[in-house]
């Protein structure tokens, strides 16, 4: 079996430790950030409505793991990051953000703080090289990278808190929500959070490469659904979550991305971006990242250009788009002049040179029916 991290996969990728796992249950891999990753098992339609209606497990290991610990750790992480983590108890985590000094996003993070004055830092596949070198060159040795030695399996869907309360144990039903902790599974610790990206509920799993295939098989025993990365970006998407590379990145800012929750400015601390950020806050918006939903047949892709209707000049470009499988119709997020930006307002998305209406629409796209 393939260490997390080890080459051998396709082209030269890296490949996840559970690879024969995947293979066995017969996934289609694709390229993905550098790793050889599980688009789909069995079709991203079924495994995106398992997830809704059910449970689905997802190995997420190609995300990078990184410790910050001692004393010193939350100021350190302060330094670089946009919310203060300084505030966060322990056992709580929280989003954040990478930026340069204009206000650029250089990635989004989620970081987890843990007894003993721990900090864990997830990043995104595509920038785990650039990121831990961000941590290390405030943190020199305090900093470690444990991406190559555990395993990530996200949890999700509405039956994900009952079967990892029957998995981990019932310590896990107890967690809120963003909260986090370190279980013990049959004299395994496996760092656990309840936290996800697809708009369930359910947690995300942490736990050693020796007993990664292990837990994998409980999980899976226990009835979650093996889903790929079609399906956790189809989920993400109706969720209205961004992702790193299409709608956020160097060229947009927080404010304008509805990520302005993740920025701190009141502390008055010093960190990567700030003056500019705080600067931006100040500004008046241009541009909207919004939220369209199609009212006609058509599938939405990232790069398709959004105009108003009977013009030529579009106005802006999906970042992404896909069919949603929950709403069945085509849905997408595009930076829209703030005047375009409002729900209600109608659009047409240019879909190989068929006009398709649009309609801007409040977020999230899908929202769980109430019981």
Sequence with gaps: MAEAGGSGGMGGLKRLVLHERHEALGARFA???????????GGIVGEH?????????FDVSHLARAWVEGPEAAALLRSVTTFDVTTLPVGKAHYSLYCNEAGGIEDDVFIYHLPGERWLVIHNAANADTDFERLRAVAGAAASEVTPETVMLAVQGPDAVALLSSVLGESFAALEARDCAELDWDGTPVLVARTGYTGEDGGECIVGADRAADLWDALTAGGASPAGLGARD??????????????IDETTHPFEAGLGFAVSLDDEAPFTGR????????????????????????????????????????????????????LRIGIGMAYLPVQLASPGVALEVDVRGRALPVEVVRRPFYRKPRQ
Excluded: C, I
């Design 234 to 247: 189809t989920l993400r998407l109706e969720a209205a979550l961004p992702l790193h590379g299409n709608d």
């Design 31 to 41: 390229p993905f950030a550098g790793w050889e990753m599980p688009l789909q098992y």
């Design 49 to 57: 409505e398992g997830v809704r209606e059910r449970v689905g497990v």
């Design 275 to 326: 003056e500019a950020l705080a600067a931006l806050k100040a500004e008046p918006r241009t541009r909207r990242l919004a939220h369209l939903k199609a009212q006609e047949r058509g599938v939405l892709r990232s790069g398709y250009a959004v105009r108003s209707p009977g013009e030529d000049e579009a106005v802006a470009s999906l970042t992404s788009g896909a069919f949603s499988p929950s």
